[in-house]
């Protein structure tokens, strides 16, 4: 099955996939849509097919960049509506904790302004579902459960210590496993588990 997987939440990540061959992209720095939309239609050339080929879209959900997660969602959403086809859609910690051999993986997201996005994994269980917390508190929640191994995204890489970064590999993993829960472009709906900066009030994260 042909699919094309797109990460927004951290940077800009694309994996294509056609016929088991694996093109892949990523730029770090900018998860804006002049930097997505070109980054598709390389990885298309580069493969030699249409767009209309794909028989799958995949899109990170979050918790993530507010602003990269709406431009991720909104192409997957467009492309799946406009050519009729199903997607897929993988938790950014999920993701992230795939960078991780280990079955017991806390996974830890940047949020900015000494906050982050947390969760726990024992195989395919979601111990504890995505949350908004402190880094102080992360750093708890690491000590107090040492048998669980840490991943993290690359801005948080020098504050844990854990495997970071997410690329192809992760990117490919977690597609194998997502691709079989298709559903249609209206029921994706991002994560963002964090209010936006005008909603927050004293006290919130």
């Known amino acids: 099955m042909n699919y094309l997987f797109i990460n927004t939440a951290e940077g800009t990540r694309a994996l294509l996939c056609v016929n088991g061959k694996r093109f892949y992209d990523e730029n770090l720095k900018n998860s804006g849509s002049e930097t997505l939309m070109p980054m598709i239609d390389g990885l298309i050339n580069r493969a030699s097919v249409s767009v209309r080929d794909i028989d799958v879209f995949g899109v990170c959900t979050g918790p993530g960049s507010f602003t990269g997660l709406r431009i991720g969602i909104t192409t997957v959403k467009t ?4 050519l009729d ?16 051999k280990s079955d017991k993986v806390i996974s830890v997201a940047d949020a900015g302004n000494k906050v982050c996005y947390l969760a726990r994994y024992d195989g395919e269980n979601e111990i504890m579902p995505a949350a908004c917390v402190s880094i102080d508190d992360a750093k708890k929640l690491i000590v107090e459960n040492p048998d669980y191994a840490v991943s993290t995204d690359v801005k948080l890489s020098d504050v844990f210590l854990g495997n970071a970064g ?7 993993r ?3 496993k997502y691709i079989t829960a298709v559903a249609a472009q209206s029921e994706l709906v991002p994560l ?8 927050r009030s004293a006290g919130d994260l």
Request: hydrophobic share 35%; net charge neutral.
């Open 85 to 100: 086809k199903p997607c897929f859609a993988v938790n950014n910690l999920r993701l992230n904790s795939y960078n991780n």
């Open 174 to 176: 977690a597609a194998e």
């Open 166 to 172: 997410v690329g192809e590999n992760e990117m490919a």
């Open 79 to 82: 492309l799946c509506y406009a």
């Open 192 to 199: 963002y588990v964090r209010k936006a900066q005008p909603e």
